[in-house]
């Protein structure tokens, strides 16, 4: 079956800390991972997807097969970082359901 | 561009009312739709998605029901809401294999 862990609830560092949200996967098949993000009083929306392979407001992803993970990681966290994230994982080709994980929200702290 | 919408924002209802959450997005033709609740502590649980007109996949036994009567158009029902229905309803869509983008929500109380 198909399932998304992310084990931190709530991740606090102090502004300019390094940042890692944690995600791991389990899917039999061949992945599209995603990470979305929740400001306050915002949209979830894409923060970014690992076929990209891009740098968004500095966070970075990388699939890591082996280890069936997919981390989020800046190396310098900004106050305005502070948000809920989350993992999610795409299950079919056909109609791209998205399975979440249960989120971690990152504090920032000044 | 594309934009999505859902109403109410917020709703308070009794036990054993009705319920009708609606979704309607602009800017597109036969995406993809889905309705999600988010929970606390409980991250996104992906509750319908539909392809197309009339065509509704459910992904877990509830007490919830879907329809779409129209191609940009996704509503959430309940003939008799639960205590347990009470959570933030997220409606989205994509244009198939893509990104899913979010509408604002509605925050369900059921008392």
């Known amino acids: 079956a198909q399932r998304v862990t992310q084990p931190e609830k709530l991740l606090s560092v102090f502004k300019g800390a390094p940042v890692e949200l944690k995600c791991n996967y389990s899917y039999s098949g061949s992945p599209e991972l995603f990470w979305y993000v929740q400001y306050s009083r915002q949209r979830l929306q894409l923060l970014l997807r690992h076929i990209s392979r891009e740098s968004i407001k500095g966070f970075t992803a990388d699939l890591n097969k082996g280890e069936t993970s997919f981390h989020l990681k800046k190396p310098f966290a900004q106050e305005e970082d502070s948000a809920m994230y989350y993992c999610?994982?795409?299950?079919?080709?056909?109609?791209?359901?998205?399975?979440f994980g249960t989120g971690t929200r990152l504090q920032v702290f000044p | 561009s594309q934009t999505i919408h859902q109403w109410p924002a917020t709703l308070v209802q009794p036990v054993g009312s009705p319920l009708s959450l609606e979704c309607t997005v602009e800017g597109t033709s036969n995406p993809n739709l889905y309705w999600y609740r988010q929970a606390a502590g409980r991250g996104l649980q992906l509750l319908f998605y539909?392809?197309?007109?009339?065509?509704i996949s459910s992904e877990v036994p509830q007490n919830l029901s879907a329809s779409r009567p129209q191609d940009r158009q996704f509503i959430l029902s309940s003939k008799k809401l639960l205590l347990s229905d009470s959570g933030f309803y997220l409606c989205?869509?994509?244009?198939?294999?893509?990104?899913?983008?979010f509408g604002p929500g509605t925050r369900l109380l059921v008392l």
């Open positions: 989205a869509w994509s244009g198939g294999w893509e990104t899913q983008y």
């Open positions: 539909s392809v197309g007109i009339g065509q």
């Open positions: 999610a994982l795409s299950a079919s080709y056909n109609t791209d359901k998205l399975i």
